[in-house]
């Protein structure tokens, strides 16, 4: 069952909130960017996240095929989650930093499996 978590860079610019059911997993994102920065990921559906303040701050790094957006706060640096499509199938995704989550259960944040179902962003 999916619930509402809030989320947000370190400097608060940024905030959203998403709705997820933390059953489904995260994912540690193997991507050239997502390596340096250790990211784990939650993925949700685009019509399970709300950007609640920041739009303005975010910028935006694209590399490779353009697929991924990895966005960060312009004002911290911190990339609190990012929007892309899935290469093979065209689904649309939004990944949120584990790290970035205010209310996070722990199922969210520890116990992190290594590969999340892409299924999670269908
Ligand atoms: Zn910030």
Not at 4 to 18: D, L
Not at 92 to 104: H, K, L, P, R, W
């Amino acid at each position: 069952m999916k619930k509402t978590y809030q989320g947000s860079c370190y400097c608060g610019k940024v905030r959203f909130e998403a709705d997820i059911d933390v059953n489904v997993g995260r994912r540690r994102c193997n991507c050239w960017i997502c390596a340096r920065q250790r990211a784990w990921e939650t993925l949700v559906k685009p019509e399970d996240f709300r950007l609640l303040a920041g739009e303005s701050e975010l910028g935006d790094y694209q590399f490779g095929a353009g697929n991924g957006h990895h966005l960060f706060c312009r004002n911290c640096g911190a990339a609190s989650f990012g929007r892309g499509v899935v290469d093979a199938t065209g689904v649309e995704y939004v990944s949120i930093a584990a790290g970035c989550f205010d209310n996070a259960n722990p199922v969210l944040t520890q116990g992190l499996r290594a590969h999340a179902r892409l299924e999670a962003a269908r």
